[in-house]
């Protein structure tokens, strides 16, 4: 669906995204993240074509961007479903007339607007809201027109910039599991910028986390989470490095939904025989269900009795550096 190669965007002598590599997949729910500044916005405008790169290559549903003529950039953007984080609706519109909005500029006729209108405010559950001004509704209503609007000419392809930024836990919680549904109903391809490390984990099926304009690591959102990366652990607040003891292997293990619900490092004590000492252990919850990820320190001599154990029983683990 989406493939880029080599992309380069300048600013003046401010190089904005630097030889970034990236493949999005049709019906993926994909994240980018990373540290202000780090070139986020900037590549989801360039998937859209609101802005411009300088070098290498930008193709979206076959389509390379910079090619394109002013016409045919017109029509292609009606292919591509953008939802910002302050909503950006017309206040002296109501919630009806703001959804029909792109459908008027591309001058549908009345009944086809009311038919579409009708099917986004029930997908939307805004139905007995739609003669209502923005200033009426909540955050969370807010940005449910905002998805709507996004919908309205039926895109194959769902940018959101920062789309929950705004809202409260409970609020974000809910657009997220709208988003999904919209995903699997629609089979739109939706591409998500956030700080929110919990929305990537919820929501997205792969993610790529840019530091300098560059792309530092991409794949699944498990995998990454699991791994994490310098950029990631920076993000995340942690160094991802165990702190403690100096000496031995420290190896972390991540268990799935079924496997937490074994006693899995009471039956490796007793199976091994092996001692080791739990440095840190979290939960984290994913689109798919939840992830135990535990840090172990072990003797240098029992590592490959306990690596042994992991494979056998499958269980996923990577040996990690002392900090």
Known sequence: MIKINHLRKEYGENVILDNVFLEIDKGDIYGLVGRSGAGKSTLLRCMNGLEKYDKGSLFVAGKEISRLSDKELRLFRRNVGMIFQHFSLAERQTVEQNIALPMKWWKYNRSEIDKKVAELLEIVDLSDKKDSKPRELSGGQKQRVAI??????????????????????????????????????????????????????????????????????????????????????????????????????????????????????????????????????????????FVEITDLNIESEKVSLLTKYFDEYHIAWQEIENE
């Open 148 to 289: 709507a609007r996004a919908l309205a000419m039926d895109p194959e392809i769902l940018l959101c910039d920062e789309a929950t930024s705004a809202l409260d836990p409970n609020t974000t919680n809910s657009i997220l599991s709208l988003l999904e549904q919209i995903n699997k109903d629609m089979n739109i391809t939706i591409v998500i910028v956030t700080h929110e490390m919990s929305v990537v984990r919820q929501i997205c099926d792969k993610i790529a986390v840019l530091d300098n304009g560059r792309i530092a690591a991409s794949g699944n959102v498990k995998d990454i989470f699991f791994q994490k990366p310098d950029a990631l652990s920076e993000l995340l607040g942690k160094s991802g490095k165990n702190p403690s003891p100096q000496s031995g292997i420290n190896l972390r293990i991540i268990l799935n939904d079924q496997q937490m619900k074994q006693p899995v490092l009471s039956d490796l004590a007793l199976e091994t025989k092996a001692r080791f000492v739990i440095t840190q252990s979290s939960t984290e919850q994913y689109k798919d269900g």
